[in-house]
């Protein structure tokens, strides 16, 4: 598998911001397939509380389309035919069959994960990117870039969408989540020379804020410990491609 040098960057980066956000935060970085699957069940466990005022769950790493959907790739995956990408990746819907059983009125799932498809040479019918997914209701779904798309792994550390997420979340107190993902794509495409256009699809009726407008990011790490956060829990996970499978 080809490596990326960035994942595991850009996941320490997004667990630093929403934890300043107020986000009770899980991670997994280098997640094996048992891993992953673990971490999803006590997450949707998780999110069955009728308390949670939102979820969220955010990917670096590499993932493929085949036939129209969408699979993260685990780093002990052994992949030689796209026949057998069900059997050795995580299928994005089991995301959100999770995330649509939960109590929560707002949930996010954030894929920095286009890159082009490692496996492309055994792939028959290898596509570039991720496909679109219809977004369940209260459910946010942000991609890096447009679908069918590749978006960029970076060269300073991080991905350029993560790194504009991450500011755009730092510095848009008071902004509706809307807002927030707008900023991050005008800031990727500066970034990028147009080249990367990231892309959401929400059917997410109410508002939701990462900072009320009271509070600003030195706000919320100045509050006492044990303060009552904004939000009640998140959940974050990131892989990172093994540089040495596939050797």
């Not at 997640?31 to 509380?49: P, S, V």
């Not at 407008?213 to 904004?230: K, L, N, Q, V």
Request: with cysteine; proline share 6%.
């Amino acid at each position: 598998i080809q490596s990326l040098k960035n994942p595991e960057n850009d996941a320490l980066l997004m667990a630093k911001t929403l934890g300043d956000a107020g986000f009770e935060v899980r991670q997994l970085i280098d997640g094996n397939y048992r891993d992953m699957k673990r971490e999803l069940l006590e997450f949707g466990r998780t999110l069955r509380d009728s308390s949670i005022e939102a979820g969220l769950i955010y990917y670096a790493g590499h993932g493929v389309q085949v036939r129209g959907e969408n699979y993260l790739i685990p780093v002990n995956a052994l992949l030689a035919d796209e026949d057998e990408v069900d059997l050795e990746g995580i299928n994005v819907n089991d995301f959100l069959k999770v995330m649509n059983s939960s109590s929560s009125p707002v949930n996010i799932v954030v894929l920095d994960a286009c890159r082009n498809n490692p496996f492309k040479g055994s792939f028959r019918s290898a596509t570039r990117g991720l496909a679109p997914i219809d977004a369940p209701m209260g459910t946010l779904i942000a991609y890096a870039t447009s679908p069918g798309q590749v978006a960029m792994d970076g060269s300073a550390g991080n991905s350029p969408y993560t790194a504009a997420l991450s500011r755009a979340i730092e510095t848009s107190p008071g902004e509706p989540i809307e807002s927030v993902f707008k900023q991050a794509r005008r800031n990727v495409l500066l970034e990028t020379d147009d080249k990367q256009v990231p892309w959401e699809v929400s059917s997410i009726t109410g508002d939701f804020y990462f900072y009320p407008e009271r509070d600003t990011p030195a706000d919320a790490a100045s509050e006492a410990p044990g303060a009552p956060s904004d939000l009640d829990v998140a959940y974050w996970t990131a892989i990172r491609d093994n540089p040495t499978a596939g050797e």
